[in-house]
């Protein structure tokens, strides 16, 4: 069991046998009555967003949350395939559960997946990864680090805007939290 004392953004909790990952939280203390705990929860199955209230000392369940190591294989269109690498089982994470990271994922990548009560609900991806521009227009000569930006496709398929510099064939680094583009790799 876990108490509001120890909520911090990034906890992952367990209400009425749902699992929720806490993105915000605010400890207040009115000058009548008792304090308590706001706080704003994601569903990890869904990924739907809610406000819940929590009277200060509350305890609240602590979820079954296994983290593996998973190599991703491919995407058959509606699904991603994933292959534990500790018993070589394969997994299938729906398009749904990836909350748009599937345009970060290179074949063969190792991620850490999540898996509650046996079922995979998501994946955890760093902070920024390397790929490689397959489409874009070509560059002019004098195009600068400060001029404007252009549309690139990369080898996931994922459009990215990049600076007009940026040409096919280069390996460029890109946020997996906004998805914008942060340097040459």
């Known amino acids: 069991m876990l108490s509001t004392t120890d909520f911090r953004k990034g906890l992952k909790i367990e209400l009425e046998d749902t699992p929720y990952e806490i ?18 929860l994601k ?5 739907g ?3 819940q209230t929590f009277r200060s000392g509350e305890k609240v369940g602590k979820p079954d949350l296994e983290s593996r190591d998973m190599q991703y294989l491919y995407h058959d269109g509606s699904s991603y395939v994933f292959m534990d690498m500790g018993t070589y089982e394969q997994l299938t994470m729906e398009d749904e559960s990836m ?12 991620v850490k997946a999540l898996i509650y009560r046996g079922r995979p609900i998501g994946i955890d991806l760093p902070a920024a990864v390397v790929l490689q521009v397959v489409e ?4 002019m000569k004098g195009d600068t680090v ?18 007009l510099f940026i040409s096919q064939g280069d390996m460029i680094k890109v946020d997996t939290r906004s998805g914008e583009y942060l340097g040459r790799a």
Do not use: W
Request: aromatic share 4%.
């Open 136 to 139: 874009t227009e070509p560059g």
């Open 23 to 40: 993105v915000d939280f605010l400890h207040v203390k009115p000058g009548k009555g008792g304090a308590f705990v706001r706080t704003k």
């Open 43 to 47: 569903n990890l199955l869904t990924g």
């Open 146 to 163: 400060s001029g404007g930006s252009k549309p690139a496709r990369l080898e996931t398929g994922l459009v990215a805007s990049v600076p």
């Open 99 to 110: 909350g748009g990271k599937g345009g970060f994922l290179r074949d063969g990548q190792t």
């Open 49 to 51: 967003m809610q406000d």
